[in-house]
């Protein structure tokens, strides 16, 4: 959960790692500030994320070196979980990445392993807030980012996105049944 206690530590955290010089078109790339929220988050337990955030150690320590060099986060080992429609959701990104960054391949493969999560998708990805995760899908992803013209929950959206992909008629995102937020997601659209 994100609560006010944890706002200080967290905002020293990602300050900390804005304030470090990243590699050479890193330093421009718009995924940096997000990717220094997630990272933020999972060191201070926020979200689903296990330590390599889902991309391996390799690749996880690569990104962490090209974002933010020098920097060492000591980040929370939570353990993976598996997600059955791991590569369908990740194709469904794949799909519709805007191909304009490298960092594109990392955050679809953050943004699938965070899908596993039992909260709301941003909270699963450890940002502060929905708005984080809705500018990762305007950067990421612009052609599934507009194409929710109501406003879904973003897990709800990419698992209806699958769904549809898939032929299924039915189709709730995992863990939607012991959600607080069930009513909100699951009634009218807007």
């Known amino acids: 959960m994100n609560g006010p206690d944890r706002l200080p530590t967290r905002a020293m955290l990602f300050a900390g790692l804005l304030a470090t010089p990243a590699v050479g078109a890193a330093a ?11 990272v933020a988050g999972q060191a201070d337990g926020a979200g689903c994320l296990p330590a390599d955030l889902g991309l391996g150690e ?14 060492t986060v000591d980040r ?15 194709r469904l990104l794949l799909d519709h990445r805007a191909g304009l960054h490298e960092s594109e391949l990392w955050v679809v493969d953050i943004l699938t392993t965070a899908c596993v999560g039992m909260d ?3 909270q699963d990805l450890g940002f ?13 992803f612009p052609t599934l980012a507009a194409a929710n013209t109501g406003d879904m929950k973003w897990k709800k959206f990419l698992y209806r996105q699958f769904c549809s992909r898939e032929g299924i008629y ?3 995102a ?17």
């Open 128 to 140: 502060t807030g929905r708005d984080e995760l809705t500018r990762l899908m305007q950067v990421n």
């Open 120 to 122: 709301h998708l941003w």
């Open 76 to 90: 929370r080992n939570t353990p993976a979980v598996d997600l059955p429609e791991f590569e369908e959701l990740q």
């Open 28 to 38: 421009c790339d718009p995924n940096r500030p997000l990717l220094a929220s997630i």
């Open 58 to 71: 390799a690749r996880c320590t690569a990104m962490l070196a090209v974002f933010f060099p020098g920097q």
């Open 174 to 190: 995992p863990s939607c049944g012991v959600c607080k937020d069930y009513a909100k997601c699951f009634g009218p659209e807007n």
């Open 170 to 172: 039915v189709c709730p």
